[in-house]
């Protein structure tokens, strides 16, 4: 019980600082922690450098740190919806570390697994790899990646229990599990909270990982992109 507080503004505090490196869970908008983001946004911190795999939209998700001026570089593989990171970007003003996408999730995964560095084909021979050590395995030509660990990890799950063991839904499980394992204090919105323990076999990312915890139910989920049709019925039916 000692990881639960009581709110986003609570889970953070004392935890923040400026300058620092932060690692945060979703997939467009999808499985963002965006009370966890709000509560950046309020806390005021600034030049920090955030790690995930995108920057959200304008106004939403990520989007909103950029609008506050908090950040001085992004660590992502896409930021293409964004009309504001590209004017940041292009004026000087933030700076952009663009990592492969699987690439990215290894060096996070690494990260929590202590592993420092590993070798990779993606980005040999191409901008990605310049200034990087190479080497040669079995007659092919590998690249050398750093692992990524933060300061702190921001962090959406679906169902969490007191100490913290977590299970998500859907798509929105993403980037969160690597994510919550290579921050120095992890932080975690969950929009279900249970009282007796999960399930062992249903467990995705132990609590062992987890230093706090919020409950943050119903939360506001965002659509990057509608995309609808028209629905014809079946039979004689006229199509509506």
């Given amino acids: ?50 790690v995930s795999n995108n920057m959200g939209v304008d106004g939403k998700g990520l989007g909103i740190l950029l609008e506050s001026r908090q950040v001085i570089k992004v660590v992502a593989s896409y930021v293409g919806e964004n009309k504001l990171f590209a004017q940041q970007y292009l004026s000087g003003e933030l700076e952009v570390e663009f990592v492969p996408q699987g690439t990215l999730a290894e060096r996070m995964r690494a990260g929590g697994a202590g592993i420092p560095a590993f070798y990779t084909k993606t980005g040999v021979g191409t901008s990605i790899a310049d200034g990087k050590p190479h080497a040669e395995f ?45 921050g120095q204090v992890t932080v975690v919105e969950a929009e279900l909270f249970i009282e007796n323990y999960l399930d062992p076999d249903r467990v995705v990312t132990p609590g062992i990982y987890i230093d706090r915890l919020i409950h943050a139910p119903n939360p506001i989920k965002h659509i990057e992109q509608r995309t609808v049709r028209r629905r014809e019925l079946t039979g004689s039916g006229a199509e509506s």
Avoid: W
């Fill in 138 to 182: 079995d007659g092919e030509t590998y690249l050398l990646e750093r692992a990524i660990t933060a300061d702190v990890a921001l962090v959406h799950a679906h169902t969490a229990d007191p100490e913290g063991n977590l299970t998500y839904r859907y798509t929105a499980r993403n980037f969160n599990p690597v994510v919550a394992t290579c």
């Fill in 1 to 50: 019980m000692r990881k639960i507080r009581s709110g986003a503004r609570d889970a953070l505090e004392g935890v923040l600082a400026d300058g620092q490196t932060i690692v945060i869970g979703g997939f467009g908008l999808c499985g963002n922690p965006n009370s966890l983001i709000e509560a950046v946004r309020e806390a005021g911190v600034h030049d920090l450098t955030i």
